[in-house]
Every structure is written in structure tokens, then in C-alpha cells.
């Protein structure tokens, strides 16, 4: 079998491996997984909107991805996701008028925040961490939906949680991160049925930790490897690409239209076994 009648017996099998004409908005795109989404998704032949306060750490990442095309098929737009509502209104409409559309926002922006024990945390460490996980994704998420609808786009909402904002996994010093991540759980459910009237589809996927480069070292220590072999039922850690990304493909493509509302779990079996399972090690 020739290697082109291979790729088109794969598009016709996994069909939102090209989501060519896609338009999508990715926040927090200047690291981590942000940027991992946006270089995959321009592999996939998406037009892609990357976002995050500071321009200038786009500026490489929007480069890798245009080389040396005639027209760009990435381009960098601040949005900082705790600026007021005004604002970000502003950003979001200034994002849509780059390729007169957006097909799918990706809110990723977020921050892990302090680790202070529930007695020691502050309310200032509180706010800056829902301020940015949980009312930034809300916001960002009202002002394209309004223009999704006006516009009669079926779009796709796709929210990145984590497994911290599930019930079965919880530590120490995670207080104001985990209560996030279980706001943005509740939150897709609700954005779910208020855009469904619209044909919007409102999911969210729950990672747990990644190989990266942010996370190289890490995986370079002897326990983290005792746990992965005693506790992860599929006893290994992927990559964000293909692990999250593939995923992300398939809640934009049309192939997904009848799914909403829905958290995906993305981890390799971690929160399987349960708190109790760590005794293995």
C-alpha cells in the first residue's frame, strides 16, 4: 500500500486528523501546553490564534509555525485573562476579526498557584488563582459564544482542567487550584446546555502530568518512575502530543457534534486505584 493511499484510508478512519478551514483561539499559547496545541493544531492545517499577555513570547512560536508561507497561518494577540471584562471583551473581538471567525476556543491559560495549607492560604493567593482559572475561561468562553451565535458557527469549547478537580485525587496545598479545576468541571456542564440551542459543544479534558520539557527533570527522579511502574494501571506517561492533542482534534471536528458536557480524563489510569493503591509503593 502506497504511502498516500495509507494517509487517505487514515483520514477517512480518523477523519478530524485534518481540520483544515478550523479557526482556533488557544490562551495561555506562550508555554507548556498552550504551545504544544498550537504547533500540533497548524500541523492538522488550522488557522491559529495564540494568546497570552505577553506578545513577545509568541513571537518564535507564531515564526515556527508561518516559515515560510505566503500568508500567515498563526498569529499572536495579548490577552490577559484577569483583565476586567471590558477588556477582555476587546481582546475577544479583536481575536475574531484576525480571520473573521474563531471555530474553537481552547482555554488553557492557567496557573498552579500558591501551596500554602488551607490555614496558611491568603485570599489574595485565592483570587489570583480562580481569577485566572476559572473567571478568565468563563469570560473568554461568554464573549466568543456570543459571536458563535451571532454568527451561526457550530463551534467547540474545549476547557483544560485537570485531574485535581475530580474528587478521587486530591494533596495537600492544593486548595485553591483544586477548587478551581472543580469549578471548571461544573462550569463546562452548565456552558453545555446554556450554548447547546446554539449547536456549541462545551467539553473539558482532565490531564494528569505530562513529559515536557517543563516536567524533564522530573521524570528523571527514581520515585516518580516506582510510581508509574506500581501504580499507573497502563504503567507509562505520554507525551502532550499525541496523548492530549489527538483528543483535542476529535472534540473539534465534526465527528464529535453529538458530544457535550463532558470531562474527558486523560492520565494514563491514575485516578483508577485510589489513594489506598500508594501503600504499593
Not at 50 to 74: E, T
Not at 93 to 116: E, H, M, P, Q, Y
Not at 183 to 194: E, N
Request: proline fraction near 3%; include cysteine.
Amino acid at each position: 500500500m502506497s504511502s498516500s493511499t495509507t494517509t487517505q484510508v487514515s483520514n477517512q478512519l480518523e477523519p478530524w486528523l485534518d481540520l483544515d478551514g478550523k479557526v482556533v483561539l488557544v490562551t495561555g499559547a506562550s508555554s507548556g501546553l498552550g504551545w504544544d496545541f498550537c504547533i500540533n493544531l497548524a500541523q492538522a492545517n488550522c488557522k491559529v490564534i495564540a494568546a497570552a499577555r505577553r506578545v513577545d513570547r509568541l513571537k518564535s512560536l507564531c515564526d515556527q509555525i508561518n516559515g515560510n508561507s505566503a500568508s500567515p497561518r498563526a498569529v499572536a494577540i495579548a490577552i490577559d485573562v484577569t483583565a476586567d471584562p471590558a477588556s477582555i471583551e476587546a481582546a475577544v473581538g479583536k481575536a475574531w476579526g484576525i480571520f473573521g471567525r474563531v471555530d474553537c476556543l481552547i482555554n488553557n491559560a492557567g496557573i498552579r498557584g500558591s501551596t500554602s495549607s488551607t490555614i496558611e492560604l491568603t485570599k489574595e493567593e485565592w483570587d489570583n488563582v480562580f481569577k485566572t482559572n476559572l473567571d478568565g475561561a468563563w469570560l473568554c468562553s461568554k464573549y466568543i459564544g456570543i459571536r458563535m451565535r451571532d454568527a451561526g458557527i457550530k463551534g467547540s469549547i474545549i476547557n483544560i482542567s485537570s485531574i485535581f478537580g475530580l474528587t478521587r485525587v486530591q494533596s495537600n496545598g492544593s486548595l485553591a487550584y483544586s477548587s478551581s479545576k472543580a469549578g471548571m468541571h461544573a462550569m463546562t456542564t452548565v456552558m453545555a446546555l446554556d450554548f447547546g440551542p446554539y449547536d456549541i459543544r462545551v467539553n473539558a479534558i482532565a490531564p494528569s502530568i505530562f513529559q515536557s520539557e517543563i516536567t524533564k527533570d522530573l521524570f528523571q527522579q527514581q520515585w516518580l518512575k516506582d510510581v508509574v511502574k506500581k501504580i499507573l494501571p497502563l504503567q507509562f506517561t505520554a507525551t502532550v502530543d499525541p496523548a492530549l492533542t489527538e483528543v483535542i482534534r476529535y472534540l473539534m471536528h465534526d465527528s464529535s457534534k453529538y458530544i457535550t458536557g463532558n470531562i474527558f480524563i486523560v492520565d494514563s489510569g491514575t485516578t483508577l486505584p485510589g489513594v489506598p493503591i500508594f501503600s504499593r509503593l
